[in-house]
């Protein structure tokens, strides 16, 4: 691998990021004192905060306390939140939904568009006219656009590798949000940043906590992994995997079974088993699943539990290879709450021992904004190296 | 017809309205950042039978429609024609005119977790809305789709009329007391039908909230007078939201989808004991 060496333009931005990221810690509020956190000398701290301040991330505010050798109270700085805002997008097989954001991550405004079984250039036309449902709302300079899609992504060339749900393949998708929006623009596997989104919340109790897979469930099945807290980058879509359901001679994808419309189209057929089942003709969702099932609806246990004991195919070989602390069912599927953990267990058993699944712990992730937080981490770190 | 200065057009049914007047408060305030009139047209106004639109469509810059006030078809018509569009408060399916709404799902879920997980409630009354509006069907799901997260038990009479009228709403109340007393509490889909059913209880010597819960949608100076429980998006921010996608369509931005907002609980004396 070459190694390139440093400039002095790599230098500015390290130190710049350095003050940056010392205000915004709280490790440093004043010139003086970001000299000792940063290491940098007073003049260079001088001259990089005066740059801050005028492109608007540091505000002078307020005046410290005197040093102990009685000199000159210093003028305080101060992180401006509101200087830049990010926008996130999560891309899933059934809608785009985007996030204006600032930078310490508060929400400023959400915007979602169906993407009404679009596909190809068409669904790039759609996710760029929903990303501009959000720039008409920017009250700051945009610092960067973001986005989470399904399928295989290469995020340090910014390309859609292969994602069959959106029928995108080697899309150039970061060039083309550059091109649109003139700033930085990322793009990484939907749940890889679900994935980070909730280790930068800080969900996770201990170091061992953030050993966690998660299984995003969509309009197809998505893995992200985080090791130690840190992103395992090769997290991707599943749900073309292929298995053998019982009495069946031909294998399916994982997606013909867990993926939305598969499951609308199994609760139809399971009406016409079970005409006098709870589960609503039209209008369809996890909840009435997960209702219907607690009160013993047979069709809804049935479909509840197919559901489960295909995931769980999943659920194991991920508890087998990785070994993980928790695991996350993320998604609208989280919606079927406890009914759904229960039945998951039950048949990881059948597969793995009983003391390999209790050492795991299952937690639902159901917020649908989690791929577009974790797509506004990514931005903000890797522009400002926060959040 | 051609305005001196550029103007945007707003279309709703009743300008003095609480939520009416709010929104197009907001979409003043972003025309008065970019030195653009504003025209209403208020087309039904305090009950009169609906009139047609007067306002000069081609003549605006862009124009906003709050809370389904003239017909979808007639909406299409106009952006057929070219004209901006922004929708307050309701959407168009299968159209891409942008929309500005507030999230009536999450806002009842967060008054039913509220009455269910903090207030201990289990057999909740709802009182509706008008049924050919977004906004109540959507609070009507909502709720419905919290009483089954709750696993709580629905009997088809703790689903009364309301129509987004007080009298309409306290009329249902006292029928539903005459019928049967074994609720404890009632969510109501708009803060001043909640007020109504307030009113019938306390009339009827229902202590509130010991023993029915009081809760409404949106809110006002009239649930903060009254002491009444909602959850509340900035109605505001939403006429400053919509005239912000007005502003960006006419400088180019192409888009569809719509802009959500958030809701906060409010939680006051008919849900909590003072």
Redesign the interface.
Known sequence: MEVRKATRQDLKRHNRLSLLRAVYYGLADNRAALAVATGLTKPTVSELAAELIAEGFLVEGGIGGSTEMGGKPPRLLNFVSDARQVIGVSVDGLE?RAILVNLKGQ?V??????LDGKTGAEAVT?L???I??????LDAPLLAVSVGVPGVVDSEAGIVKRSPLLAWYDLALADTLFAQYDCPAYIANNTELAALGQVARGNADTREDHNRVTLLINGTVEVGVTVQGAVYHRGGDIGAMRYLPHGRTDAIPLADVLGWRAVEYRAQELRRDYPNTRLPAT?L?Y??I??AA??KDPAAELLLDELAAVLSIAVVWSIALLRPHTIVLAGQVA?L?DLLIARLRYHAAERLSIDDIAAVHFTLASGLNLSARGAVVMAVHNELEIL | MSFKRPTLGVITNFQHGVFQRAVIDGIRQIADLHSFDVLVDSIAEDGAPTRPVSLDIMALGGLAVISNAIPDDQIRGYQASGVPLALISHQIPGTTIPAVVTDNGQGMARLMRHLVGECGRRRIVFIRGLADQTDAHEREVGFQREIMRYMLDLPPEFMIDGDFSPETAAQSMRALLNQRQDFDAVLAADYLMGIAALDVLTQAGVNVPGAVCVAGYGDGSESESRGLTTVAADVIEQGRRGARQLMGQMRGLTMRGVTVLSTHLIPRQTTVAQ
């Open positions: 785009v929400s405004a959400e915007h979602t568009a169906p759609i760029i006219e929903t501009n449902g959000l720039v008409a709302q209008g969702t909840l009435h997960r209702h607690g009160l919606d709450g």
